[in-house]
């Protein structure tokens, strides 16, 4: 028996033709390293528009090794919205960067320019990236983000791990998120409960060549077995000037942050289908406003942010619990008790006690405010519109609408 779609707010869908897939990957002569790696990363840049696609072993590793790349360490700032998952900010604080929190529009939990802005002055060492995250699929305004950013010489690297099938609007040319029209580096993430799933995975899309060359090298432990790039010519090559058929070399210590590709059989199988679960993704997100309208004066979806077509990965609503008289924890042990899973995305990043520690003193009120509403309800692919009536009549009951 399939389990109660209700039962979590987002989760993979997978059917035969994805189970077929990795039956054939574990059936190859190859499990990782092999030819299907590279044709996922192919089958990324051909959807996203994206020059490089650089897969790995999830987003978090994705966003570490784009930081590390673009220079972020010690001595160095790295601007991160508030509102987001750990890793965001975890993959730049692990390279030893100070990490610069930026505030987000509490209608929607989106950093707007001038909280960027803002942030770059708070900077306490050099600020050398930015990480917008385009939570729940809809894109922060890159444009805008991009001239700022451009004027201090900042880097930028997008975190899509929401953003997967998102089309955004630039000049009326519609453009895909991960093409990095407007950033140096996009990580996507594969984690059965974003957009499409390769069980754990990511991958970081670049435009530049020499980038995804430093990224490849850096997700195989820094090594690299091109005889054009060895720098030691005696170890590297023999009497007759031929490369050394065992010699690899490394000049820069790195990980291992592979996909397998069982892992990447599967990737191709859920991108194939990726439309179609934008579609429902986006139907179900409809129903949800529409069902939620009459009720706009306790429950509300969070402000569109105008500028795409989201991939929407999660759909949160808006409740004064304080003014309605009640609590976000009762309101979700409520619904838990009719079925219905609940979550919150996110507790702002800046009030974990690691980084409270470090900016005892820092406000971020749209974040607050934001966080002190929002509650994600379940959106996903086995859902149909039956379950969003479920949600949204249990929802209003508990809220005491009428
Ligand atoms: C899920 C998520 C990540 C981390 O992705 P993993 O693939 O699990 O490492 C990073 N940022 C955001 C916004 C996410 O939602």
């Not at 050099?126 to 809809?138: F, I, K, N, S, T």
């Not at 040319?173 to 996009?186: I, L, N, Y």
């Not at 490369?243 to 194939?272: C, F, K």
Request: hydrophobic residues 40%; charged residues 20%.
């Amino acid at each position: 028996m399939r389990p109660d779609p209700l039962k979590s707010y987002g989760c993979q869908t997978l059917d035969e033709a994805d189970i077929q897939a990795v039956a054939e990957a574990l059936r190859g002569q190859y499990l990782t390293g092999g030819p299907i790696v590279r044709n996922f990363e192919l089958a990324l840049e051909r959807m996203t528009g994206a020059a490089h696609a650089v897969s790995c072993g999830n987003c978090t590793q994705g966003l570490h090794m784009a930081a590390h790349v673009l220079g972020a360490g010690p001595e160095t700032s790295v601007i991160v919205p508030s509102v987001t998952f750990l890793a965001t900010a975890n993959a730049p604080e692990s390279l030893g960067a100070d990490i610069v929190f930026a505030d987000v529009d509490p209608e929607n939990g989106l950093m707007q320019p001038e909280h960027f802005e803002a942030a770059v002055r708070r900077c306490p060492s050099r600020p050398v990236a930015v990480m917008p995250v385009h939570l729940a699929g809809q894109v922060v305004d890159m444009k805008a983000v991009h001239g700022i950013a451009s004027r201090h010489g900042i880097k930028i690297i997008e975190d899509a791990a929401h953003a997967i099938g998102t089309v955004y609007e630039d000049g009326g040319k519609a453009r895909r998120v991960g093409d990095c029209s407007f950033s140096d580096a996009t990580a996507f993430s594969f984690h059965p409960v974003k957009n499409m799933t390769t069980g754990e995975g990511g991958a970081v899309l670049v435009r530049d060549a020499g980038m995804a060359a430093k990224l490849r090298r850096l997700r195989s432990h820094g090594m690299v077995r091109e005889a054009d790039q060895f720098v030691d010519g005696d170890a590297g090559f023999d009497k007759a000037g031929d490369a050394n058929p065992w010699y690899y070399e490394m000049s820069v210590p790195g990980y291992n942050y592979r996909l397998t590709d069982i892992q990447a059989a599967l990737g191709i199988s859920q991108l194939a289908k990726l439309e179609t679960f934008v579609e429902t993704r986006l139907r179900l997100k409809k129903k949800y406003d529409e069902l939620l309208f009459p009720y706009a004066d306790i429950v509300r979806p969070v402000k569109a942010s105008g500028n795409c077509k989201p991939a929407w990965h999660l759909y949160i609503v808006l409740i004064d619990f304080e003014r309605l008289g009640t609590e976000r924890s009762y309101v979700m042990k409520a619904l838990l008790e009719n079925g219905i899973a609940s979550q919150v995305h996110y507790i702002p990043v800046h009030r974990q006690p690691y980084y409270k520690a470090k900016n005892p003193d820092l406000k971020l009120p749209g974040a607050e405010e934001y966080y002190a509403r929002s509650l994600t309800l379940p959106l996903h692919v086995n859902m149909d519109e039956g379950h969003v009536e479920r949600v949204v009549g249990t929802l209003v009951k508990i809220l005491g609408g009428k």
